[in-house]
């Protein structure tokens, strides 16, 4: 830090050991760790660390985070308190950035709200959803999101969702710029039916996915190439002989080949190179460059971001 610069905020923790924040288990510590409650804490944060010129990374669910097995020379931070709240304000869900989407999904259908299905497979964050513009099932975030605010160094805004520039599982929000709070306009409809679509969701995800705390999610984006002939990321991994692969301690798993586990002490650099495998026997048996679905903390090379805008690559957050 710079010299007579203001103390570090309150509650600011050093060498915080990230890997416990992934669901896939891998990773080193970041140099500084907060758990901002509010949005006022959330925006001090992000003051002092660009006053500092410090990196700055969000953890959501930790779903399809990869950290560099050095760690993350910044502030990593995970949003909590009333940034993780789900509210009803009539058929209007306002969720915190940090409110996990499936607990969402479900709250609303308690509530006899109708459009968030999608959200019981995805699983992340509301902030996260908005970042990479989720969807599942056929549900699209932005057929339902009203507004967002986003938090940064200078303060809160409200967007509009078209400030977001949406595109295929990726928008235009950089890394200081947190996703804080977000409403979604759902419709009134039958709790009991809601919560019937929730549970024919959740099988459907069970029967093609794997699950547990050390599975990493979607590894790569479907592609839209046409020799692709219409097949997903995980049916091109498949016919290229990936199912099972493994490579040190992670494997693209035997029940979908475009998710990758832990299947014992996996580091970063194993997914990283289970990766690399994975798109070049895509790339050798069908000529489809697979580009990755993740996101990085840290200095993480992932195959494939070559092809990426630089600005892309910068963004840091899941």
Not at 145 to 167: C, H, I, K, Q, Y
Not at 237 to 255: D, N, P
Request: one cysteine or more; hydrophobic letters at 40%; glycine letters at 12%.
């Amino acid at each position: 830090m710079s010299e007579g610069s203001p103390s570090p905020p309150a509650k600011l923790e050093r060498d915080y050991p990230l890997a416990r924040l992934t669901t896939v288990r891998t990773g080193g510590p970041a140099d500084f760790f907060a758990r901002p409650e509010t949005q006022d804490a959330l925006v001090e944060l992000l003051a002092w660390a660009e006053k500092e010129s410090i990196p700055v990374g969000v953890i959501g669910s930790g779903s399809n985070l990869l950290v560099a097995d050095d760690g993350f020379r910044g502030l990593a931070m995970k949003l909590g308190g009333a940034l993780t709240e789900v509210e009803r304000d009539g058929t209007h869900l306002l969720c915190g950035g940090g409110a996990r989407l499936p607990s969402a999904a479900a709250k609303a259908a308690g509530w006899g709200l109708s459009g968030l299905e999608f959200g019981i497979n995805i699983p992340g964050t509301a902030g996260g959803a908005v970042r990479m513009n989720a969807n599942a099932y056929g549900g699209q975030l932005a057929e339902v999101l009203e507004w967002v605010e986003v938090s940064t160094a200078a303060g809160t805004e409200r967007r509009a969702p078209e400030a977001f520039d949406f595109v295929y599982r990726n928008s235009n929000l950089g890394a200081a710029e947190v996703v804080s709070r977000a409403s979604f306009a759902l419709t009134p409809s039958d709790p009991d039916d809601v919560r019937a679509t929730l549970a024919s969701m959740r099988g459907r995800r069970r029967e093609a996915q794997p699950s547990g705390i050390k599975t990493f999610g979607s590894t790569f984006k479907n592609p839209d190439d046409e020799r692709a002939e219409g097949r997903s990321a995980g049916q091109l991994l498949e016919a290229a002989g990936c199912r099972g692969l493994a490579h040190g301690g992670a494997r693209f798993s035997a029940k979908h080949a475009n998710f990758v586990e832990n299947s014992g002490e996996a580091t970063t650099a194993d997914v990283l190179a289970l990766m690399a495998e994975g798109r070049r026997r895509v790339k050798e048996k069908f000529g489809v460059e697979l580009e990755p679905e993740v996101q990085v903390l840290g200095d993480v090379d992932v195959p494939g971001w070559h092809e990426r805008g630089a600005s892309e690559r910068d963004r840091r957050s899941s």
